[in-house]
């Protein structure tokens, strides 16, 4: 029987140069060892107490549901109400926010003013995990917006989903009659804070 030659080469092997005996479990132990000092490096670095892991995870500044358009009896004054949670350092707040106030005459919106101020109040309830409190806040308002903040509540503890509740009475501008007040009635929003 005769073997018939082949048409291509056969491919070269990749040529190594020997290594000496003991240099390649030197390289190793020094590729190893690096390894091992850049994973002790983490352990070396002292763990966050849970303190500061809550601190760092607290949240700031305001959060809010939307705000609300809200007309009085008759239709003769106008606002727009919001509540907010503020978290900070002077402590953990709701805020209630006031803007647009306004009252029709003579064919014409107009805006809230020195002359003719807003009166309004808000209160209701913050809850979250089983924790409760309450809040109530007033406001005389010469011009188109403005808010007032409670006192320091409890209940505002950090990240989470809060349920609040928020009553918002407004009397003015110009038609002090309280047959032309707002009167929201109970409202219930969620307000979700960031971790």
Request: hydrophobic content about 30%; glycine content about 12%.
């Given at each position: 029987?005769?073997?018939?030659?082949?048409?291509?080469?056969?491919?070269?092997?990749?040529?190594?140069?020997?290594?000496?005996?003991?240099?390649?479990?030197?390289?190793?132990?020094?590729?190893?060892?690096?390894?091992?000092?850049?994973?002790?490096?983490?352990?070396?670095?002292?763990?966050?107490?849970?303190?500061?892991?809550?601190?760092?995870?607290?949240?700031?500044?305001?959060?809010?549901?939307?705000?609300?358009?809200?007309?009085?009896?008759?239709?003769?004054?106008?606002?727009?109400?919001?509540?907010?949670?503020?978290?900070?350092?002077?402590?953990?707040?709701?805020?209630?926010?006031?803007?647009?106030?306004?009252?029709?005459?003579?064919?014409?919106?107009?805006?809230?003013?020195?002359?003719?101020?807003?009166?309004?109040?808000?209160?209701?309830?913050?809850?979250?995990?089983?924790?409760?409190?309450?809040?109530?806040?007033?406001?005389?308002?010469?011009?188109?917006?403005?808010?007032?903040?409670?006192?320091?509540?409890?209940?505002?503890?950090?990240?989470?989903s809060y349920s609040v509740t928020m009553?918002f009475h407004q009397n003015g501008p110009?038609?002090?009659?309280?047959?032309?007040?707002?009167?929201?009635?109970?409202?219930?929003?969620?307000?979700?804070?960031?971790?």
């Amino acid at each position: 029987m005769r073997l018939s030659r082949r048409t291509k080469p056969a491919p070269t092997p990749p040529v190594t140069t020997p290594t000496p005996a003991g240099q390649r479990s030197r390289r190793m132990a020094a590729g190893l060892g690096a390894t091992l000092l850049a994973l002790s490096g983490t352990a070396l670095v002292t763990p966050a107490t849970a303190a500061q892991q809550r601190a760092a995870a607290a949240p700031t500044g305001d959060y809010c549901a939307n705000a609300e358009q809200l007309y009085g009896g008759g239709q003769y004054t106008y606002g727009r109400a919001q509540v907010c949670l503020r978290f900070g350092s002077g402590g953990n707040q709701v805020v209630v926010k006031s803007s647009e106030a306004q009252y029709y005459w003579g064919n014409a919106w107009y805006y809230a003013s020195s002359d003719y101020p807003v009166n309004w109040n808000a209160s209701g309830t913050v809850s979250k995990s089983g924790q409760s409190g309450s809040y109530s806040v007033r406001l005389q308002q010469p011009g188109r917006s403005g808010s007032a903040a409670s006192n320091p509540l409890a209940a505002l503890n950090g990240c989470g989903s809060y349920s609040v509740t928020m009553t918002f009475h407004q009397n003015g501008p110009y038609w002090t009659d309280s047959s032309n007040d707002i009167d929201s009635g109970q409202r219930s929003y969620q307000i979700s804070v960031p971790c």
